[in-house]
Nanobody
């Protein structure tokens, strides 16, 4: 099983970015997928998740309204759209897949499959 996160780059504050998480080696639609981020010197933060079918989404309170998670099961890919980027959004963003429950809780993904992370840097 492999998850590959991509799309991170240097952007200016106020801009937008779409991250991708491409998966292989698993029955993708059976796996809820979560996005996490870890800023320098801070703990990893669970920011969004989506059910296997894509019908249900979850967002943490800290990012709700600026992030949109979606998935295309035909492409085995989950996306994270980040709008109105702030310098505080600077972090390495990771995706993870799990069959555990509840998938709306970050710790459920600890024993799941993880991607390698993609760096988002937001300049002021």
């Amino acid at each position: 099983v492999q998850l590959q996160a991509s799309g991170g780059e240097l952007v200016q504050a106020g801009g937008s970015l779409r991250l991708s998480c491409a998966a292989s080696g698993l029955t993708f639609s059976s796996y809820p997928v979560g996005w996490f981020r870890q800023a320098p010197g801070k703990e990893r933060e669970f920011v969004a998740a989506i059910s296997g079918s894509g019908s249900t989404e979850y967002y943490s309170a800290s990012v709700k309204g600026r992030l949109t998670i979606s998935r295309d099961n035909a492409k085995n890919t989950v996306y994270l759209q980040i709008n109105s980027l702030k310098p505080d959004d600077t972090a390495v963003y990771y995706c993870a897949a799990t069959t555990g429950r509840p998938w709306t809780t970050g710790r459920t993904y600890h024993d799941g499959y993880w991607g390698q992370g993609t760096l988002v840097t937001v300049s002021s």
